[in-house]
């Protein structure tokens, strides 16, 4: 069993930077694939990013590429999203997901709570 908690949303104006984070906890919670998985009022959970076991591996939706960057310490248990040049787009409840593969949701185990991030214009 692997529990993740998440932090470090909040509420930030267009154009400004973010960083979440998302601790994991339990048995071999460094082995897994992590991803992060966001979803807007009124829209279904879509994928963000994820990042291998090692952290060699990276892979984004379209739409934040070249403005956020997943990267985990597995020292510390935790994985990170570094969000950039933030767009009122972005808002919505932002999800860890751990155990899974790629940007298939389904896939994910296990899940943290969400936290919320809402971008003003």
């Known amino acids: 069993q692997v529990q993740l908690v998440e932090s470090g949303g909040g509420l930030v104006q267009a154009g400004a930077s973010l960083r979440l984070s998302c601790a994991a906890s339990?048995?071999?919670?460094?082995?897994?694939?992590m991803a992060w998985f966001r979803q807007a009022p009124g829209k279904d959970r879509e994928f963000v990013g994820a990042?291998?076991?090692?952290?060699?591996?990276?892979d984004y939706t379209d739409s934040v590429k070249d403005r956020f960057t997943i990267s985990r310490d597995n020292a510390k248990g935790t994985v990170y999203l570094q969000m950039g040049s933030l767009e009122p787009e972005d808002t919505a409840v932002y999800y860890c997901?751990?155990?899974?593969?790629?940007?298939?949701?389904?896939?994910?185990?296990?899940w943290g709570q969400g936290t919320q991030v809402t971008v003003s214009s």
């Open positions: 990042i291998s076991e090692g952290g060699d591996s990276v």
């Open positions: 997901g751990a155990g899974g593969l790629g940007y298939d949701q389904r896939s994910y185990d296990f």
């Open positions: 339990g048995r071999n919670s460094w082995t897994y694939w």
